[in-house]
């Protein structure tokens, strides 16, 4: 079943055609990769999936029916229908703990996260039991529960990375849309990342799709990759297609 149909998607800033006519399907449960070279638009396209940029033209559609890009939908509005994201450059509430960035992630985690935040109480004294306890669920999984109190700007790069993802998958996703979640992650943690994200789509019947410079995690853990270049989608296959696809090869791999 298609969970995202993306139909002559376009996006332009000024002269710069940053999404061109980009047409795509991704099947429910997929890891979808998504690579090309700087500046070829993949920010862009998630921009334009998560309500941060109206499209130029063209359409998305999200769980069959709903057209999430051609309408001014909010970026929440966006969450609420099941399509969380993290960032290139790491988001996290630098100042909150790292179960307070969590409990943001839930629906009651905004007033909770903020009132234990605001009067310097602990997260558990505000917030509803149920959403404390899955909230050290996940935080578990991600092996982040023994840090739970620590100010998230003093986490290591890796954990902070992986706290982001723990607080998109509070919002409860269908869709994950992980944009360079190995930048700045030595081998252990990234080779830890790629089981990570194979577990979390079981775990989770998440799709994901995952801009990623890290051929190794791109080539072991998605199943279909689209490659993107000044704005083009070139290609789209497997990983073996992709590694054999000569315009692939000359756009973007053969410089790697
Ligand atoms: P990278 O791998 O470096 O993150 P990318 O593939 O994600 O690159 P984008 O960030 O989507 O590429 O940028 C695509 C093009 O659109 C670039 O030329 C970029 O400068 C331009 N662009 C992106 N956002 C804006 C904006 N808000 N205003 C003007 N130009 C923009």
């Known amino acids: ?13 000024g002269g710069i ?5 980009v047409n795509l399907s991704i099947e429910k449960g997929e890891i979808i990769g998504l690579i090309g070279p700087n500046g070829a638009g993949k920010t862009t396209f998630f921009n334009l999936l998560t309500g941060i940029y109206n499209p130029t033209s063209g359409e998305v559609v999200y769980d069959l029916n709903r ?13 609420h229908y099941g399509i969380a994201r993290t960032f290139q450059n790491i ?7 790292v179960l307070d960035n969590v409990l943001m992630g839930f629906h009651n985690g905004l007033k909770y996260g903020i009132a ?10 505000k ?18 529960l023994d840090k739970k109190d620590e100010i998230s700007k003093n986490l290591s790069y890796g954990d902070q990375r992986r706290l982001e993802i723990a607080r998109a998958l509070a919002a409860k996703p269908k869709l994950l849309l992980l944009d360079e979640p190995a930048a700045g992650m030595n081998p252990k943690e990234t080779k830890e990342l790629k089981e990570l994200i194979t577990w979390i789509r ?33 290609a789209n296959g497997t990983p073996e297609e992709i590694q054999r696809d000569e315009r692939v090869i000359k756009a973007y791999l053969g410089g790697e």
């Open 67 to 79: 057209i999430i890009s051609t309408r001014d939908l909010k970026p929440y509005k966006i969450t």
């Open 1 to 13: 079943m298609s969970v995202l149909k993306v139909s002559n998607l376009s996006k332009t800033f």
């Open 17 to 21: 055609r940053a999404v061109t006519d």
């Open 202 to 234: 079981e775990a989770f019947e998440l799709t994901v799709i995952v801009i990623e410079h890290d051929m190794s995690l791109v080539m072991e853990i998605c199943e279909r990759i689209f490659v993107f270049d000044y704005g083009i989608l070139i």
């Open 127 to 144: 917030t509803e039991k149920n959403t404390f306890e899955e909230a050290c669920v996940l935080l578990d999984k991600f092996n982040l």
């Open 91 to 97: 988001r996290l509430f630098q100042n909150m703990s």
């Open 116 to 125: 234990s935040a605001l009067f310097k109480l602990p997260s558990y004294y």
